[in-house]
């Protein structure tokens, strides 16, 4: 699967807006924003809620703890980070890890739907109640939605834990939390 040229243009264009982008209170506090990283002639693109420390260092998405666990479950279905897009619904990292605030997600929102457009993914994996309900336009507990999968847009919406939730509760839910990446993994073979 090839991107077009103008879509990988315009990919890189959104990455330096990202960048140099100052419509919230969140440019004043980053280090780094995090516009997203992979490939962009993907299927499948991972969304999560915001950078955190580590990611705000490193200017890249998913680097930290929760990062490892991430890329582990991936390639425990044969999945590398490589081969997906991976980016987060706000760009720059909240202070002290704080959940981002509506306003903020506003704003950064035009830069994911059209991030999402021009990747154009069959599948979208959602982790965390933020990314979630960006995307899917609902306001509910994550217990309610975890390990769905939803059709919009023609596109699988699959919702899962964040994965700094499952560090922090990790006995509890590292079964469940394996199962959803084996549902993904069906998803993947069965439509793709």
Request: charged share 25%; glycine share 6%.
């Given at each position: 699967?090839?991107?077009?040229?103008?879509?990988?243009l315009e990919?890189?264009k959104?990455?330096?807006q990202?960048?140099e982008?100052s419509?919230?209170?969140l440019h004043?506090?980053r280090?780094?924003a995090?516009?997203?990283n992979?490939?962009?002639?993907?299927?499948?693109?991972?969304v999560?809620?915001a950078?955190g420390?580590?990611?705000d260092?490193?200017?890249?998405?998913?680097?930290?703890?929760?990062?490892?666990?991430?890329?582990?479950?991936?390639?425990?279905?044969?999945i590398?980070?490589?081969?997906?897009?991976?980016?987060n619904?706000?760009?720059?990292?909240p202070p002290?890890n704080?959940?981002?605030?509506?306003?903020?997600i506003?704003?950064?929102k035009p830069?994911?739907?059209r991030q999402i457009?021009l990747?154009?993914?069959?599948l979208?994996i959602?982790?965390?109640?933020y990314s979630?309900?960006?995307?899917?336009?609902?306001n509910?507990?994550?217990?309610?939605i975890?390990?769905r999968t939803?059709?919009?847009?023609?596109?699988?919406i699959?919702?899962?834990y964040?994965?700094?939730?499952?560090?922090?509760?990790y006995s509890?839910?590292?079964?469940?939390?394996?199962?959803?990446f084996?549902?993904?993994k069906?998803?993947?073979?069965?439509?793709?």
């Amino acid at each position: 699967m090839n991107i077009k040229k103008e879509n990988f243009l315009e990919l890189k264009k959104i990455e330096k807006q990202i960048k140099e982008c100052s419509k919230c209170r969140l440019h004043q506090f980053r280090k780094n924003a995090v516009p997203g990283n992979g490939v962009y002639n993907t299927k499948i693109m991972l969304v999560g809620e915001a950078p955190g420390r580590n990611e705000d260092i490193e200017g890249l998405p998913f680097v930290g703890q929760a990062g490892k666990l991430l890329e582990q479950m991936l390639n425990n279905i044969g999945i590398s980070r490589n081969d997906i897009f991976i980016t987060n619904v706000v760009k720059c990292r909240p202070p002290e890890n704080r959940d981002p605030l509506d306003d903020e997600i506003q704003t950064c929102k035009p830069y994911l739907f059209r991030q999402i457009e021009l990747v154009n993914p069959k599948l979208i994996i959602l982790v965390g109640k933020y990314s979630i309900s960006t995307i899917l336009n609902i306001n509910i507990k994550i217990s309610h939605i975890k390990g769905r999968t939803f059709v919009k847009d023609g596109r699988y919406i699959f919702c899962t834990y964040h994965p700094a939730f499952i560090l922090r509760n990790y006995s509890s839910y590292i079964e469940e939390y394996t199962y959803h990446f084996e549902k993904i993994k069906k998803i993947i073979n069965e439509f793709f």
